[in-house]
């Protein structure tokens, strides 16, 4: 829990960051885009996704068979 306390916390930092840097934001969509941007800053070359997928696939099998009904689809991983 610990660990995923502090990759929560680091993200919110760079929220922060970003949105105090910017200032101000027109609209809601802008101030959107704007944390869009910075999440996607994280990984830009979106390989993070793939290798935090093989290393949770123990448990997203577990959620998949416990919550099918609410689950997305295999392609969605």
Known sequence: ????????????ARYRRAVKARGHFPTEQAALKCL??????????????????????PALNAFAITF?????????Y
Request: hydrophobic share 35%.
């Open 1 to 12: 829990m610990i660990c995923s306390a502090n990759a929560i916390e680091s993200l919110n």
């Open 36 to 57: 869009y941007l910075v999440t996607r800053s994280m990984d830009p070359t979106g390989q993070g996704r793939a290798r935090w997928t093989v290393r949770w696939k």
């Open 68 to 76: 099918a009904d609410r689950w997305p689809t295999a392609e969605t």
